[in-house]
């Protein structure tokens, strides 16, 4: 039996698609956020090969020891995009929970994938809870890559 516990894929947060606009976001505003919650945050900005548009790389330390990479952007304006590479999914809880309480003006706007959801030809939107602790969260996830597994 698959411990999806232990299982690194690529997730991806984002705002409903009927309404990609709603998180109001910019990718200075992203980084402005993620270095007041995470002072020992890295970031490195660069400009996407595929739009032109303005792309941060982050680091972020979210436990004792417990470091994730991702991607922040605005494909169109106002709508962000982060991307976690290779966290479990207890680890993209922690950030989601982040994204969810701290980033966002409404917790019910998040939504979320995965890379296994987008090989297996997903287009479904995955809700995150509006409420709840990252336990909570880790469970959705589990579920979500149980259903991909």
Same mark, same amino acid.
């Given at each position: *039996? ?9 997730f991806i947060? =984002? ?7 709603s998180? =109001? *976001?910019?990718?200075?505003?992203? +980084?402005? #956020?993620?270095?007041? $919650?995470?002072?020992?945050a ?5 400009? $996407? =090969?595929? /739009? ?5 790389d982050?680091? +972020? ?6 470091? &994730?990479?991702?991607?922040a952007?605005?494909? +169109?304006?106002?709508?962000? +995009? ?9 680890? #993209?809880? /922690?950030?989601?929970?982040?994204? /969810?309480?701290?980033? &966002?003006? $409404?917790?019910? &706007? ?7 959801? *987008?090989?297996?030809g997903?287009q479904?939107?995955?809700?995150v809870p ?6 909570? *969260?880790?469970?959705v996830?589990?579920? =979500?890559? #149980?259903?991909?597994?």
């Open positions: *039996m698959t411990d999806y516990r232990d299982i690194r894929t690529t947060l =984002h705002p409903p698609v009927d309404d990609a606009a998180w =109001h *976001m910019t990718v200075d505003g992203f +980084v402005q #956020a993620l270095t007041r $919650s995470f002072p020992d890295f970031t490195k900005f660069r400009t $996407s =090969h595929l /739009r032109g548009n303005d792309v941060v982050f680091e +972020v330390e979210v436990g004792p020891g417990i470091w &994730i990479e991702g991607t952007q605005t494909p +169109v304006p106002e709508c962000g +995009v982060i991307t976690l590479a290779l966290a479990s999914a207890t680890e #993209a809880a /922690r950030f989601a929970t982040w994204v /969810r309480d701290d980033l &966002i003006p $409404s917790p019910g &706007i998040l939504r979320f994938s995965t890379e296994p959801a *987008m090989q297996a997903s479904d939107e995955w809700t509006a409420a709840g602790d990252e336990e909570a *969260m880790t469970v996830f589990l579920e =979500h890559l #149980a259903a991909f597994g």
